[in-house]
């Protein structure tokens, strides 16, 4: 006989699940061009692709169903594609209602036209600028390929600034630190420039892009790395800088979700970057499963903040 009390003794068990990451913050890759040759980079131009735009709108609104909050684009130069990643930004806004567009650029090729057009749809601008010596900043290949005087680039970034500002879209600085500058004094120059936010990056190695011509990288930066003592004496010069934002290479490892140019995530693990399945052909979920994401590592280096945009001058409300 059963007692009609028995079942009650035995309780269903199942195995603790891992809570399912939300892809909040996205740095896509669209392209790999640029017209700098900065001798550093860990995303270099290997390739020319760029996806069809109306295809790559498809990819976007995937991330978007997923959870993706903010999308950041960038390169290569982003606007080597002015128009493309404007329409992309337009979509995000105008379609996706996203929170949040930024791009990460060099600053050489924004234009005030550009700003006319789609202003409206970024939030954030990241300039590039690891020095604010044209020297430091020819010997480490920050400048345009075409040409032009040392001090361009320096020049370019402040206009940049200005523009920004006129049009309501908030700016970053973003500063890798090097053998070349890790001595360097920016206090006054980033005073002036007044980001909302100065990402200071350690100088990273990444095999297949920066690690000499034996892992078939187009750049060789071995020279260039820097202790974490050289890194923490950079950043403790520049601690009044309430904007300060400091990236070692611990910080930046497996913390950000990056898509290449064909949408597929790109793993960082293994001291390179292999690219997954891209989200076109298995879908978001399936697709980050190959990218080696550590979201709590996302979540320590502050990957969310207030990344709105500011009221612009140039309009009325």
């Not at 399945?277 to 502050?302: H, P, T, Y």
Request: aromatic residues 10%; hydrophobic residues 35%; charged residues 30%.
């Amino acid at each position: 006989m059963i007692l009609p009390w028995l079942p009650s003794l035995f309780v269903s068990y199942e195995e603790p699940t891992e809570p399912k990451v939300v892809p909040v913050s996205v740095n896509w890759f669209p392209n790999r061009r640029c017209n700098y040759e900065c001798t550093f980079c860990f995303h270099t131009s290997k390739n020319t692709f760029i996806l069809p735009l109306e295809k790559a709108k498809v990819g976007l609104k995937l991330m978007a169903d997923a959870g993706m909050r903010k999308l950041n684009i960038s390169g290569g130069e982003p606007y080597l594609n002015a128009g493309y990643i404007g329409e992309v930004f337009r979509y995000c806004k105008e379609e996706l209602k996203l929170e949040s567009t930024s791009v990460v650029c060099n600053g050489s090729k924004v234009t005030e036209k550009w700003m006319e057009e789609y202003g409206n749809y970024l939030d954030v601008m990241a300039i590039s600028c690891d020095s604010f010596d044209p020297e430091t900043n020819a010997i480490q290949g920050r400048r345009d390929k075409a040409g032009g005087t040392r001090s361009d680039h320096i020049t370019r970034v402040k206009d940049v600034v200005d523009l920004c500002k006129r049009y309501g879209i908030r700016v970053k600085i973003n500063s890798v630190v090097t053998i070349n500058n890790w001595e360097e004094d920016m206090n006054d120059a980033i005073s002036d420039l007044d980001p909302f936010r100065w990402k200071v990056f350690q100088v990273l190695l990444l095999d297949g892009e920066n690690t000499g011509s034996e892992t078939e990288s187009l750049r060789d930066a071995r020279s260039l790395v820097i202790t974490t003592e050289q890194f923490q004496a950079f950043l403790e010069r520049h601690k009044a800088q309430s904007c300060l934002v400091p990236e070692d290479n611990d910080a930046m490892k497996d913390s950000y979700l990056s898509l290449d140019e064909e949408m597929r995530f790109l793993n960082c693990q293994g001291g390179g970057k292999t690219p997954g399945r891209s989200i076109l052909d298995v879908g978001v979920e399936e697709a980050m499963k190959d990218s080696g994401f550590n979201n709590r590592a996302f979540m320590d280096r502050g990957g969310i903040y207030d990344w709105g945009r500011q009221p612009s001058e140039k309009m009325d409300w």
